[in-house]
Nanobody, 122 residues
Framework: QVQLQESGGGLVQSGGSLRLSCSASGGTLSYYGMGWFRQAPGKEREFIVAISRDGSTTYYESSVKGRFTASKDNTKNTLYLQMNSLKPEDTAVYYC???????????????WGQGTQVTVSS
């Protein structure tokens, strides 16, 4: 069973950038389609990005498209989320997730990390 751990969150000013990492143990990320989600206070968890097993295909929700870039380094067993042009509405806890399917868009992921807080100040 794969375990996931996010890192890289923090406080950043509006317009700034952050790069989140999601490292895996107990499993090889090349076997999993991966996703990024976020949950703002008082809101439901929101799917934002999916990336295929081999990292060649990505899908972005409109709220982050053009600003966020997901990548996957299977040799390092790590998933990344580069976040640029951050806005206060991007403030949330960010989660990575893994699924046995080649790529999953939306909910239904099997494995989850604990999350990392991202706060964007105006």
């Amino acid at each position: 069973q794969v375990q996931l751990q996010e890192s890289g969150g923090g406080l950043v000013q509006s317009g700034g950038s952050l790069r989140l990492s999601c490292s895996a143990s107990g499993g090889t990320l090349s076997y999993y389609g991966m996703g990024w989600f976020r949950q703002a206070p008082g809101k439901e968890r929101e799917f934002i990005v999916a990336i295929s097993r081999d990292g060649s295909t990505t899908y972005y929700e409109s709220s982050v498209k053009g600003r966020f870039t997901a990548s996957k380094d299977n040799t390092k067993n790590t998933l990344y989320l580069q976040m640029n042009s951050l806005k206060p509405e991007d403030t949330a806890v960010y989660y990575c997730a893994a699924d046995g399917s080649s790529m999953k868009i939306g909910l239904g992921y099997t494995y989850w990390g604990q999350g990392t807080q991202v706060t964007v100040s105006s």
